[in-house]
């Protein structure tokens, strides 16, 4: 259960501001630079608006109206009307330009981020569990989105307001000015310790949310087990409980933002009273007319809006900083397995030569820091054409040497070569469009059948696919979906049974024409009906190319040129099927296990 609750911790905040971060996530605005220019202009416009209504009010009161100037009355209504409708027009456009923004860094970092999640080793994905690369994918980036959108650039609107909103005071009385700043000390410690509390709070729904969002996904993602062992009830109680401190968290932020902003509201009040009785009583000692009371009653409203609206943007920027660094952690990751500086090219035309030279690996240390070796001394060929079967016990490594192929992964010591060139000196897309690779657990997108085989690459028509689904033995139960290839398959390929799923593996790896054929498990799921076709559509596809076949079941195996068995990630012997049989040693045993009882 602590998995499941613990699993995003990091989710917790770090600092509230950090210029670092802050200097990096304003670089993705210089793309865009015309619209935020353009957007500070259109603040500063609103900003200057914003004092224009008050100071026509005092103008109508001590001018217009004791003078009987009912063109002059006339002008200052239209001023004012003018001054409404264009700061409405501000508005929306500034609501347009900044959302636009927003929306535009936010395609920017996601797209950088989906690159890199495409460019990433698979060491990478072994420690950080999908969950969590979607939460910075999507959460994260809207979070940042909200910053561009609707705070790194509007701020600029609230400072610009109070800039003018004091100036247009000061130039009026500066005494009553003073009168209205006195009380601003209660206001900032108000907003001090609201921010404190707040941060908290917010600290734990963050924390909470993870922890709701990671129990949820682990439930469905093994809904069968749930379904299966009865643990509706249960899982459902303590998601209840999950949910309730994520309530409970949510609850204390309503709290403190309930009496936050009354506490604003309060203070505004006081500072309209203390103009409405300094001002009075000034005004009837003639120092100040009543204009300008009137004035300061609208700029005093004015004012502690920005004020307000700063202190909900630093609750922003707190969560930015927090998800900008989730980001910004996943974009410095270092991509192991790159392409060389200076790539070398395959000879041409492809022979299809495999060889190991003395390679070891280790994904990891054991408990005294030393390699946990996986593959030790590893050394064998397959020869252009030739067909080679790696069988073993499980954990053996037969898979690990695909991912050392595929560069996966790189071999710690020694090195494996491709028609006499090191897989680690030639680019990687020139590498793996050489071999087709069939696993034993297949992976099919939501689309129809024949975007499954050609995967989106436009230059394999679809004579080629039906060609490569047909000599699997894919085309019988393809034709009897309802809308043939253009059938979508659903989440992982969920509408086609196990066999099924791998023939339209094979076929993808058949269209891409690949000069070697890899097939990792390729028939360990299957019935024995749909593993014939494959039997059969493999010995007439494989003639005359190289292949390389990973078994369990070694009745798949037993036709293969060569067979190289491994053992606690060693190879301890290599041969026919017969004279391995003849030799009586490990491949003996295995086969004595997986044939003798049906024997007897």
Known sequence: MADATQFHEEEALGKAYDARLMRRLLRYLRPHIGLVALAIFVLLLGAGLAIVGPWITQLVIDDAIPAGDTRYLAVLAAVYFGSITLLFVLEYAQALITTWLGQSVMYDLRREIFEKLQRVDLRFYDKNPIGRLMTRITNDVETLNELFSSGVVTVFGDIFTLTFIVGAMLSMNWQLALVTFSVLPFVFLTAFVFRSKIRRAYRDIRVRLARVNAYIHERITGVRVVQLFNREEADAARLADLNDHYLQAHLRSITYYALFFPTIQFFTALALALIIWYGGVRSME?????????????????????????????????????????????????????????????????????????????????????????????????????????????????????????????????????????????????????????????????????????????????????????????????????????????????????????????????????????????????????????????DELLRGRTSLVIAHRLSTVQNADRIVVLHHGEVREVGTHEELLAAGGLYARLHELQFAPSAA
Request: hydrophobic residues 45%; negative net charge; glycine residues 8%.
């Open 286 to 538: 003639g120092a100040i007319t009543v204009g300008v009371i009137a004035a300061f009653l609208q700029y005093a409203r004015r004012f502690f809006q920005p004020i307000q609206d700063l202190s909900e943007k630093y609750n922003l920027l707190q969560s930015a900083m927090a998800s900008s660094e989730r980001v910004f952690k996943l974009l410095d990751h270092p991509v192991d397995i790159t392409d060389p500086p200076h790539p070398r090219a395959f000879p041409e035309p492809p022979r299809g030569e495999i060889v190991f030279e003395d390679v070891w690996f280790a994904y990891g240390k054991d408990e005294s820091g030393e390699p946990d070796w996986v593959l030790k001394d590893v050394s064998f060929s397959v020869a252009p054409g030739e067909k080679v079967a790696i069988v073993g016990h499980t954990g053996a490594g037969k898979t690990t040497l695909i991912n050392l192929l595929m560069r996966f992964y790189d071999a710690t010591r020694g090195r494996i070569l491709l028609d006499g060139v090191p897989v680690d000196e030639v680019r990687i897309d020139d590498l793996r469009e050489r071999i087709g690779l069939v696993l034993q657990d297949v992976f099919l997108f939501s689309q129809d059948v024949g975007y499954n085989i050609r995967l989106g690459a436009e230059d394999i028509p679809d004579e080629d696919i039906e060609a490569a689904a047909e000599r699997v033995g894919a085309t019988a139960f393809i034709e009897r979906l309802d809308q043939g290839y253009a059938q979508p398959l659903g989440e992982r390929g969920a509408s086609l049974s196990v066999g099924e799923r791998q023939l339209v593996s094979f076929a993808r790896a058949l269209a891409f024409d690949p000069g070697i054929l890899v097939l990792d498990e390729a028939t360990s799921s299957v019935d024995s009906e749909i593993e014939a076709k494959i039997e059969l559509a493999t």
